[in-house]
């Protein structure tokens, strides 16, 4: 089973702008669906962009127009951009991996069976 590793979170003032990482160990990135999440305390674990084999990108509502998905398959590895960010964001983010029978969306958790550990993003107001 695929591993996935996140880095790249911290603390960053709000408007700032940060890019979290996601390593893709144990087999190639390019052969799935590739998903950012986030959950943030007393909440729902949201689905924030999600990235096929194709490279196709799709985003939900909850940062559509200040968050980037891109995949780097020479380094295994998926990122987001996050640009304008508010104190709202602050969160543990995820990245999880599919097969995406069901379309490639950052939609239904139980579309993907692999999760990383989460890397923490803190907005300062």
């Known amino acids: 089973q695929v591993q996935l590793v996140e880095s790249g979170g911290g603390p960053v003032q709000a408007g700032g702008s940060l890019r979290v990482a996601c390593r893709v160990h144990?087999?190639?990135?390019?052969?799935?669906?590739l998903a950012w999440f986030r959950q943030s305390e007393g909440r729902e674990r949201e689905g924030i962009a999600a990235?096929?084999?194709?490279?196709?990108?799709t985003y939900a509502e909850s940062m559509k127009g200040r968050a980037t998905i891109s995949k780097d398959n020479s380094k295994n590895t998926l990122y987001l951009q996050m640009v304008n960010l508010r104190p709202e964001d602050t969160a543990m983010y995820y990245c999880?991996?599919?097969?995406?029978?069901?379309?490639?969306?950052?939609?239904?958790?139980?579309?993907?069976?692999?999760w990383g550990q989460g890397t923490p993003v803190i907005v300062d107001s």
């Open positions: 990235a096929d084999t194709s490279g196709s990108t």
């Open positions: 999880a991996a599919g097969w995406g029978a069901r379309g490639c969306e950052a939609a239904r958790l139980s579309d993907f069976p692999s």
């Open positions: 144990g087999d190639t990135a390019s052969r799935y669906c």
